[in-house]
């Protein structure tokens, strides 16, 4: 098997456990308490990472509380292990695709785009440029690289979309930390 082909299992792995909050299917409302993440809906047949991967872009603060911000935080440690990244690594990149796809009228966006949207999302996270290289760097995030790799857990987790032409090498030398702030640091609107 292919280096990603067993990250795929490994996430299709991770991915048989239960849900243990109250969420209702994307596609009916049914309440999908007590179901495994890797199966379907059983009213309307939805798979449950359909419901999932609108939660896990939708923009929310990774130290969202409540139950939601839960069930993200179980997603995002999942992840974390195949790709082998800090769990935070992976919050903050599923944050970044929230802004960036914000941006852009949800559609989907470019590897560019989101690198863009991390920029953005770091600016407003952090007080200031030496604390968000800390710890950028701390949760696994020093390159753009990093972040494709990231971003290719979440879609093989079924947590994010590949669109046609997308590949991890888009993410090559778009940023390190050294460069990423390199037009300023702007405190957000
Ligand atoms: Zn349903």
Same mark, same amino acid.
């Given at each position: 098997m292919t280096d990603a082909a067993t990250r795929g299992a490994q996430v299709i792995e991770a991915n048989h456990f239960s849900i243990d909050i109250d969420i209702r299917c994307a596609? /009916?409302?049914?309440?999908?308490?007590?179901?495994?993440?890797?199966?379907?809906?059983?009213? /309307?047949?939805?798979?449950i990472l359909e419901t999932l991967r609108s939660l896990a872009q939708a923009?929310?603060?990774?130290?969202?509380?409540g139950s939601l911000g839960k069930l993200r935080r179980q997603l995002a440690t999942k992840v974390a292990a195949v790709v082998g990244v800090p769990r935070d690594g992976v919050l903050f990149v599923m944050d970044a695709l929230g802004v960036a796809r914000r941006r852009h009228d949800n559609r989907h966006v470019t590897a560019r785009e989101l690198c863009d949207g991390l920029r953005e999302r770091a600016m407003a996270y952090f007080n200031d440029i030496d604390e968000a290289r800390d710890l950028l760097a701390e949760w696994g995030l020093r390159t753009s690289e990093d972040v494709g790799r990231i971003v290719f857990g979440l879609i093989s987790a079924g947590l994010a979309q590949a669109a046609e032409?997308?590949?991890?090498?888009?993410?090559?030398?778009?940023?390190t930390l050294d460069n990423l702030f390199a037009s300023g640091w702007l405190d957000p609107e």
């Open positions: 596609g /009916c409302e049914y309440n999908l308490r007590g179901l495994t993440v890797d199966s379907r809906c059983p009213e /309307c047949g939805m798979p923009f929310v603060h990774q130290d969202q509380a032409g997308d590949s991890e090498s888009n993410f090559d030398g778009l940023f």
